[in-house]
C-alpha cells in the first residue's frame, strides 16, 4: 500500500512539474559569462510547442543571453536569487525586433527580450533582469544602445514581482497591445541615458500596480504613435517613482487619441524635471484623466500641461497636423512639498491662441515652494509660446518659457479651469500672485489661502 501511495505522489508531483523548462536542461550553463541564449530559445520554443507552461531560470544562476524571443503561453520565470544578464556585445541583438517609434533615435532599435503578435505570455518572479546596459558597452557611437524589452501586438501579458536593472536605453516598449498587467514590479534604470521605465504605446486596457521606478528619464510614458491605435482604458496605482526627467509622461507621440486614465495613491519625489507632463502636439485627441491622491516631495512643475505642435514619431509626416482637442483632466488630493527647489515649481497649464485646453479641475491641493519670486518675475510680459519657431524641432520643454510670473499656479490659453481649495505656502517672500490666468475663458479660482490668509480675487490675477 505504501508503494502504491509513493508512486502516486511521484506521478502527481511529474504532473505538476510537466510543465516547467528549466534553461539548464537545454544547456544553458547559467554561469554569468557563457553565452546562453540558445538554449534559453529551446526551452521558450519547446515550452509553446507542448501548449504553454515556465521557462524556469534557476536560483543562484546567471544566465547570460542576447536577444530572445518570448511566444505564446509561454511565462519566462526567474526565480527568487536568479539573473537573467544582457550580453555586453552589441551583435548580440538581433535586427528583426521593430524600432524605436521616436525620431532620431534608430540607435535604440534592438532590443533583449521580443515578442510580436504573441498572446497569454508573462515575466515573473522574484528574480532580476539586468540589461548590463553600462556605457563602457553601448552607446550612440559604439552602435547603439539595445532597449530591455519590446512587445508587438501582443495580447493578455503579465509581468510581475521582477527587478528590472540597467538597461542601455528604455526598460520597456509595449507597442499596439491590450491587457496588459503589471505588478509588484522594481525598476532601477540609471546607467544610461534615456532609461525610460513603462512605455505603453497605442495601448489598451493596461493595469500597473504596487511598483516602484527610479529612471535615468520618464518612469511611465503613455503614447500614441498611430492615429488607429489609441491609448486607452488606462489605470495605474499605489506607486513610486523618482526620476532624472519626469515621472509621467503623457503625450508628445500623440497622432492617436488619448482616453480614460486614471492615476492615484501615489508618491513622487527628488523629480528633476515635472511630475505629471501631459502634453498633446500631433493631432490626437485627449480626454477624461483622474489623478488623485498624490504625494510629491522636490518635484519642480507638479503638473505640466501643454497642447502645441510638434512631429514626434519616426513616421510622422513632416507636415504639422492640426491641433484637435485637449479636455477634460481632474486633479484632486495632491501633497506638493517644494521648499527645497527653486522659485521654478509651479503648476503650469498652456494651450494655444484659439487653441484651448479645456475643462480643467483643480480640488483640495496643499502645495509648499521656496518662494523667492522678484518684482520682475511678478511683471515678466514676454513669455514664449510654444510654436514651432520656439520649440526650432524638439520638445516643448519649460525651458523654453522659464520663470512664471506665479508662485502657485500659472495658466494660459484656458477654456474652462475651476481651482477650489488650494492652500499655497511659501518659505520666503514671493513677489509674485499665487494664481495667475492669462487668457482664461471661464475660469474661477476659489478657497484660495496663502499662507495660511484665504485670498479674494484682487489678490489673485484672473484675467
Not at 519625489?269 to 510629491?296: A, Y
Not at 511678478?378 to 510654436?387: D, F, L, S
Amino acid at each position: 500500500m505504501k508503494q502504491v501511495l509513493l508512486l502516486f505522489l511521484l506521478g502527481f508531483t511529474t504532473i505538476l512539474q510537466a510543465n516547467d523548462y528549466n534553461v539548464l536542461d537545454y544547456g544553458a550553463k547559467g554561469d554569468g559569462t557563457s553565452k546562453d541564449t540558445k538554449a534559453v530559445q529551446a526551452a521558450i520554443d519547446a515550452c509553446t510547442k507542448n501548449g504553454g507552461g515556465n521557462v524556469i531560470i534557476p536560483a543562484g544562476k546567471t544566465v547570460l543571453i542576447g536577444t530572445i524571443y518570448l511566444k505564446n503561453f509561454v511565462t519566462l520565470y526567474i526565480e527568487n536569487g536568479a539573473v537573467l544578464l544582457g550580453s555586453p556585445n552589441y551583435e548580440d541583438y538581433t535586427t528583426d525586433t521593430h524600432k524605436n517609434r521616436y525620431k532620431n533615435e534608430p540607435h535604440m532599435d534592438r532590443c533583449l527580450i521580443f515578442a510580436s503578435d504573441a498572446k497569454y505570455f508573462a515575466i515573473k518572479g522574484l528574480g532580476t533582469i539586468d540589461g548590463n546596459g553600462h556605457p563602457k558597452y553601448f552607446t550612440k557611437e559604439k552602435g547603439g544602445r539595445p532597449m530591455m524589452m519590446r512587445f508587438l501586438n501582443c495580447t493578455n501579458i503579465q509581468l510581475k514581482e521582477v527587478t528590472l536593472i540597467n538597461p542601455a536605453a528604455w526598460t520597456s516598449a509595449w507597442l499596439y497591445c491590450d491587457q496588459i498587467v503589471v505588478d509588484s514590479i522594481k525598476i532601477i534604470s540609471r546607467v544610461n541615458q534615456n532609461g525610460d521605465g513603462l512605455d505603453f504605446d497605442g495601448c489598451t486596457n493596461v493595469r500597473v500596480a504596487n511598483s516602484s521606478f527610479d529612471t535615468s528619464d520618464d518612469s511611465i510614458c503613455l503614447q500614441t504613435s498611430r492615429p488607429d491605435k489609441p491609448c486607452k482604458n488606462i489605470v495605474i496605482t499605489n506607486c513610486v517613482f523618482t526620476s532624472k526627467w519626469a515621472a509621467m509622461r503623457i503625450g508628445l507621440a500623440s497622432r492617436g487619441d488619448f482616453e480614460s486614465v486614471t492615476v492615484s495613491n501615489c508618491t513622487f519625489h527628488d523629480i528633476q524635471d515635472s511630475g505629471l507632463k501631459i502634453q498633446m502636439n500631433e493631432g490626437g485627441e485627449m480626454k477624461n484623466m483622474i489623478f488623485s491622491n498624490i504625494v510629491m516631495k522636490n518635484v519642480p512643475r507638479p503638473i505640466f500641461m501643454t497642447f502645441c505642435q510638434q512631429r514626434a514619431g519616426v513616421e510622422t509626416p513632416e507636415t504639422m497636423f492640426p491641433m484637435k482637442a485637449m479636455h477634460s483632466f481632474s486633479f484632486n488630493n495632491m501633497i506638493i512639498d517644494n521648499r527645497e527647489l527653486d522659485k521654478n515649481s509651479v503648476i503650469f497649464f498652456t494651450g494655444m491662441p484659439e487653441h484651448y485646453i479645456s475643462n480643467i479641475q483643480l480640488n483640495n491641493i496643499q502645495m509648499t515652494v521656496s518662494g523667492g519670486g522678484t518684482f520682475a518675475d511678478a511683471t515678466k510680459k514676454e513669455i514664449n509660446e510654444y510654436t514651432l519657431e520656439t520649440l526650432n524641432g524638439w520638445w516643448p520643454e519649460f525651458s523654453k518659457v522659464g520663470t512664471l510670473p506665479a508662485s502657485g499656479v500659472y495658466a494660459r490659453h484656458i477654456d474652462g479651469l475651476y481651482i477650489n481649495n488650494f492652500q499655497l505656502i511659501t518659505i520666503t517672500d514671493d513677489k509674485r500672485k499665487s494664481i495667475v490666468f492669462d487668457d482664461v475663458l471661464n475660469g474661477n479660482a476659489k478657497n484660495v489661502y496663502l499662507n495660511g490668509k484665504e485670498l479674494t480675487n484682487p489678490e489673485l490675477k484672473l484675467n
